[in-house]
Every structure is written in structure tokens, then in C-alpha cells.
């Protein structure tokens, strides 16, 4: 046979320490339960790398120890960390260096989105011309920038929004300023039977127009006067429709795809109509069961699938400065 499945390969969680067992812990993946690769000597791979991956929340989220994103990995160990992101829609690293190197950031990313394209965002204007696909985001000491403050899936109002986002901290506050996320999985399957196949019927309307429109701080933002710099697109005022029940297409999972940054009414409904169901299900998606709390130090990194979860920053404490680079994989049509 061409590809062989990786029987072999020992599962590690016999591998892992055992002095804190009150430690939420699990190995990361073996390759039997991934998917085929080619055929090697076994003399020829790359031993798999140790991980130990910590739960966040029983919704969401896992933190994972033992990887430096900065060096190599074997194949094995990109396989892992894609299943590892399918499975848990968030994952956290510590003590990291992509924020100083923006190559290393980009490759990671790539590994995430096994080889898909990185995104150049619509409207915010890239760190520089040599990484157009690197997005800077400043918040000066004192400012009134509200970038991501509210729940939302990165850049919905896309016709192909995004896929993943990997955002790491380049310089944080000492306290504050964590990032929250939701498990639209969960809040899909939270739902009665009868609202599942009523909104598995509906296509709701996502727009960029409220959340970038040239108004209050952001007007400083277009005009190139603030620490965020956006530019002017047609992308402002067009609309796009995508269904409210998503698939992802990876795993099958369903998942809620609406959220209160971008969507503004159903398709074929007023915004009036649509306004008491639209309330119901972006409070419903932020219940506190369904997330999970990332706090931020020098050298995080947090990445986190679009498809089916949501986020918010939160923006507590505006005494100091927060600088944090993102890069996000571009994504397919919603189904």
C-alpha cells in the first residue's frame, strides 16, 4: 500500500509526568487517530514530540506545553496540532517568540490551516508592505480604540470569512485585558429540536458597515491619525449572506454563525423582525457555560477557529499599552 496508518506510534500519555494529577491532562493525538500518511523506515521519522495538553474549560479550549512554534516540526507534529485545534476550537501556548518573528508567526498559521493562504484583512492596514499579512493591534495607554470588544467571528462579513486566527502578544498590561471565547458548537446543541431545524432553515445578512463605519474614534483610524490605520473599500457597504447554521467542514460539527459585530438581519426579514431572534441568540451564544477565559503575558499565543467559536476582548484596562499581532488563514465559503 502507498500509505501505511501509523499503528506503531506509542500513544503518550504513558509518557507524561504524573506529579500533578489534579493537572486537567491529555495527549496530544496519535497519528492512528489523525489521518494516513506516506510510508517511511521507521528509523526515517521524527520521533513525535511530547505535549501535554490542559482543558481550559469542559466547552472549549486547551492549553498546550512542550512546542516551540518558533522551530521545525515533523509532520506528525503538525497533524497532531491540526487535530488538536479541530477538536478543542481554541489552543493557548506560553513562553513563545512569534511575536518577534513574524516569519515563524506566518509558518505556524500555515501548519493550522495545512497550507491554505494567509489573509490580508479587508480593511485594517498590515504592519508593513514587506508582511501584508500580519495585522498590528494597538491600544496606546489612555485610548479610546474599542478593536474587538464585542463578540464576534473574525471577519464574517466576507463572502469567504476567515478560517483561523493566531494572535500573538507582543507587550500586554500586567493585569487585565483577556480575551474570552465561545463555543458555537455548544450553543447550537444547546438549542431545542424544534429552533435547531427552524434556523438550519434561515441565511442571515453580515455586513462591516456598523462595526468600521467612519464614526467617533474611528474616524482618527481612517484618517491615519491613530495607532490603527484603516483603509476605505466597497467592502464597507456590501452585504453578504451566510447560513445561520454552519458546518464545519473538517468535522461535521454544527455550529451557530451569527454574532452581534456583524449581522444584522435575517435573509428576507426587516431588521425589526429580526431583532427580538437575533437578541435571543447572540445572548444565548455568550452564556458562560459555553466559554472559556485566555489571560495574556509576554510570549502567548492564542489560535482559534472562526467556524466555530466567537471572541471578545475584553478592554478593562486602558492605563497601558497592549500590542499584539495577528495573522489569520483564509477560509472557504460558509455551508
Same mark, same amino acid.
Given at each position: 500500500?502507498?500509505?501505511?496508518?501509523?499503528?506503531?506510534?506509542?500513544?503518550?500519555?504513558?509518557?507524561?509526568?504524573?506529579?500533578?494529577?489534579?493537572?486537567?491532562?491529555?495527549?496530544? !493525538?496519535?497519528?492512528? @487517530?489523525?489521518? /494516513?500518511?506516506?510510508?517511511?523506515?521507521?528509523? *526515517?521519522? =521524527?520521533?513525535? +514530540?511530547?505535549? &501535554?495538553?490542559?482543558?481550559?474549560?469542559?466547552?472549549?479550549?486547551?492549553?498546550?506545553?512542550?512546542?516551540?512554534?518558533?522551530?521545525?516540526?515533523?509532520?506528525?507534529?503538525?497533524?497532531?496540532?491540526?487535530?488538536?485545534?479541530?477538536?478543542?476550537?481554541?489552543?493557548?501556548?506560553?513562553?513563545?517568540?512569534?511575536?518577534?518573528?513574524?516569519?515563524?508567526?506566518?509558518?505556524?498559521?500555515?501548519?493550522?490551516?495545512?497550507?491554505?493562504?494567509?489573509?490580508?484583512?479587508?480593511?485594517?492596514? !498590515?504592519?508593513?508592505? @514587506?508582511?501584508? /499579512?500580519?495585522?498590528?493591534?494597538?491600544?496606546? *495607554?489612555? =485610548?479610546?480604540? +474599542?478593536?474587538? &470588544?464585542?463578540?464576534?467571528?473574525?471577519?464574517?462579513?466576507?463572502?469567504?470569512?476567515?478560517?483561523?486566527?493566531?494572535?500573538?502578544?507582543?507587550?500586554?498590561?500586567?493585569?487585565?485585558?483577556?480575551?474570552?471565547?465561545?463555543?458555537?458548537?455548544?450553543?447550537?446543541?444547546?438549542?431545542?429540536?424544534?429552533?435547531?431545524?427552524?434556523?438550519?432553515?434561515?441565511?442571515?445578512?453580515?455586513?462591516?458597515?456598523?462595526?468600521?463605519?467612519?464614526?467617533?474614534?474611528?474616524?482618527?483610524?481612517?484618517?491615519?491619525?491613530?495607532?490603527?490605520?484603516?483603509?476605505?473599500?466597497?467592502?464597507?457597504? *456590501?452585504?453578504?449572506?451566510?447560513?445561520?447554521?454552519?458546518?464545519?467542514?473538517?468535522?461535521?460539527?454544527?455550529?451557530?454563525?451569527?454574532?452581534?459585530?456583524?449581522?444584522?438581519?435575517?435573509?428576507?426579514?426587516?431588521?425589526?423582525?429580526?431583532?427580538?431572534?437575533?437578541?435571543?441568540?447572540?445572548?444565548?451564544?455568550?452564556?458562560?457555560?459555553?466559554?472559556?477565559?485566555?489571560?495574556?503575558?509576554?510570549?502567548?499565543?492564542?489560535?482559534?477557529?472562526?467556524?466555530?467559536?466567537?471572541?471578545?476582548?475584553?478592554?478593562?484596562?486602558?492605563?497601558?499599552?497592549?500590542?499584539?499581532?495577528?495573522?489569520?488563514?483564509?477560509?472557504?465559503?460558509?455551508?
Amino acid at each position: 500500500s502507498a500509505t501505511l496508518r501509523a499503528r506503531a506510534l506509542p500513544r503518550l500519555a504513558a509518557q507524561w509526568p504524573r506529579s500533578n494529577s489534579s493537572a486537567m491532562a491529555a495527549a496530544m !493525538p496519535a497519528m492512528d @487517530e489523525v489521518e /494516513d500518511y506516506p510510508a517511511t523506515p521507521a528509523y *526515517a521519522r =521524527a520521533p513525535p +514530540r511530547v505535549m &501535554e495538553v490542559r482543558k481550559l474549560s469542559a466547552a472549549l479550549g486547551a492549553e498546550v506545553v512542550g512546542v516551540d512554534l518558533s522551530a521545525p516540526m515533523s509532520s506528525q507534529d503538525e497533524r497532531g496540532l491540526r487535530a488538536l485545534f479541530r477538536q478543542h476550537g481554541v489552543l493557548v501556548f506560553r513562553g513563545q517568540r512569534l511575536g518577534d518573528d513574524l516569519e515563524a508567526h506566518k509558518r505556524f498559521a500555515r501548519v493550522l490551516g495545512d497550507g491554505a493562504d494567509l489573509e490580508v484583512h479587508p480593511i485594517v492596514k !498590515p504592519i508593513s508592505s @514587506e508582511h501584508p /499579512d500580519v495585522t498590528r493591534i494597538v491600544r496606546e *495607554a489612555g =485610548a479610546s480604540t +474599542r478593536f474587538g &470588544e464585542v463578540w464576534h467571528s473574525d471577519n464574517s462579513f466576507q463572502e469567504r470569512p476567515s478560517m483561523g486566527s493566531v494572535l500573538a502578544a507582543v507587550e500586554v498590561p500586567p493585569y487585565g485585558n483577556d480575551t474570552l471565547f465561545s463555543s458555537q458548537v455548544a450553543a447550537y446543541d444547546a438549542l431545542s429540536p424544534a429552533l435547531k431545524a427552524q434556523l438550519r432553515q434561515l441565511r442571515a445578512v453580515h455586513s462591516a458597515g456598523a462595526a468600521y463605519s467612519r464614526t467617533g474614534h474611528r474616524e482618527a483610524s481612517f484618517d491615519g491619525k491613530a495607532a490603527m490605520k484603516y483603509k476605505e473599500t466597497d467592502l464597507l457597504n *456590501a452585504e453578504v449572506l451566510h447560513p445561520v447554521v454552519r458546518t464545519h467542514v473538517a468535522s461535521g460539527r454544527l455550529a451557530l454563525y451569527v454574532n452581534s459585530m456583524f449581522t444584522s438581519r435575517f435573509e428576507g426579514w426587516t431588521e425589526e423582525e429580526s431583532a427580538p431572534l437575533l437578541k435571543f441568540l447572540f445572548d444565548h451564544a455568550a452564556k458562560p457555560e459555553f466559554t472559556c477565559r485566555v489571560t495574556w503575558s509576554p510570549g502567548t499565543v492564542a489560535a482559534w477557529d472562526n467556524r466555530v467559536t466567537q471572541h471578545l476582548a475584553i478592554g478593562d484596562n486602558t492605563e497601558h499599552r497592549r500590542v499584539m499581532h495577528r495573522v489569520t488563514v483564509e477560509g472557504e465559503r460558509p455551508m
